[in-house]
């Protein structure tokens, strides 16, 4: 199975003012942030309001950004739903779009017991062939994806690794008991020091749209060793960090987008765009970041 890279970003999905995907705008921010730094990107993730995206658009979404930077980078294709035979027919799709791995969200709403998360991501792994990356994130699923199912799904061929998002004790143990080729990333930007330093490889980020070489000197200098030049790094990013999720995320993300020169339009309802107090702290977190 391919590596896909330490720095992937979820990508955010562009709209135009009268809330359609701007494809031409995604086409373009996709080769923004791999000429940033990002070593792949993931698509149609939440970060890319996925809840509010037909299976038209994300279809299509799919194709703009493999034809945009496919060559370059791994383009990984959000498919995850609380709804099983959905997802198994949105990933089959998707892979015929030429996207390079497939990443899976634990349900959401239905909270199944851990015997039926095992055997909704064993049925989709199974119904491709693409690598799979599973996603847990209790904060926004209601229900965590333990440790001792991730190490059972990690022994199907396909499923070759997580974003997690739950603490670093679950993190160590999924680390300790994983196969080898069994890849971790943070799914938590705020927590990628940490993260690293407990053996994961590295992130699914949303700040890296706006300080992805800033990551990647943090990832860079904790792999060689200088982990006092990381931690500097690490300080330093972190209240950004904080300041990009004081609201649901990718409220604030757009908004930073377009108060650094690249607007990526609105967000579809139930979100709303940030106030005017979220923005102002928001443009004061960019200022001290060297970001304006």
């Known amino acids: 199975m391919p590596s896909f890279?330490?720095?992937?970003?979820?990508?955010?999905?562009?709209?135009?003012?009268?809330?359609?995907?701007?494809?031409?705008?995604?086409?373009?921010?996709?080769?923004?942030?791999?000429?940033?730094?990002?070593?792949?990107?993931?698509?149609?993730?939440?970060?890319?309001?996925?809840?509010?995206?037909?299976?038209a658009e994300k279809l299509r979404l799919f194709?703009?950004?493999?034809?945009?930077?496919?060559?370059?980078?791994?383009?990984?294709?959000?498919?995850?739903?609380?709804?099983?035979?959905?997802?198994?027919?949105?990933?089959?799709?998707?892979?015929?779009?030429?996207?390079?791995?497939?990443?899976?969200?634990?349900?959401?709403?239905?909270?199944?017991?851990?015997?039926?998360?095992?055997?909704h991501f064993k049925a989709v792994a199974e119904s491709v062939s693409l690598p799979c990356i599973l996603y847990n994130v209790p904060s926004r699923t209601s229900i965590n994806l333990s440790a001792q199912t991730t190490l059972r799904l990690a022994q199907i061929p396909n499923v070759i690794g997580i974003k997690e998002c739950a603490d670093l004790g679950q993190l160590t143990e999924i680390l300790d008991g994983a196969p080898e080729g069994f890849t971790v990333w943070s799914g938590d930007d705020s927590a990628l020091l940490p993260y690293l330093a407990c053996g994961a490889y590295g992130i699914v980020s949303v700040a890296s749209h706006l300080v992805g070489p800033q990551m990647q000197e943090l990832i860079t200098a904790f792999r060689d060793g200088q982990v006092d030049q990381a931690a500097r790094w690490n300080r330093r990013l972190l209240p950004f960090f904080k300041a990009l999720f004081a609201v649901t995320n990718p409220v604030l993300v757009k908004a930073a987008l377009e108060m650094?020169?690249?607007?990526?339009?609105?967000?579809?309802?139930?979100?709303?765009?940030?106030?005017?107090?979220?923005?102002?702290?928001?443009?004061?977190?960019?200022?001290?970041?060297?970001?304006l």
């Open 5 to 55: 890279g330490r720095l992937l970003t979820a990508m955010v999905t562009p709209m135009t003012h009268d809330y359609a995907v701007d494809y031409k705008r995604a086409a373009e921010l996709a080769r923004r942030l791999v000429a940033s730094g990002s070593d792949g990107l993931v698509v149609s993730g939440t970060t890319g309001e996925s809840p509010t995206l037909s299976k």
């Open 63 to 119: 194709a703009t950004v493999v034809e945009a930077v496919g060559e370059k980078v791994p383009v990984i294709a959000g498919t995850g739903s609380y709804n099983t035979a959905e997802t198994i027919e949105l990933s089959q799709e998707a892979e015929k779009t030429g996207v390079h791995g497939l990443l899976l969200v634990t349900p959401y709403y239905n909270k199944p017991p851990q015997e039926g998360l095992y055997q």
């Open 260 to 291: 650094t020169g690249f607007p990526v339009g609105p967000l579809r309802l139930p979100l709303v765009a940030a106030t005017a107090v979220e923005r102002a702290a928001l443009q004061e977190a960019l200022a001290k970041a060297d970001l």
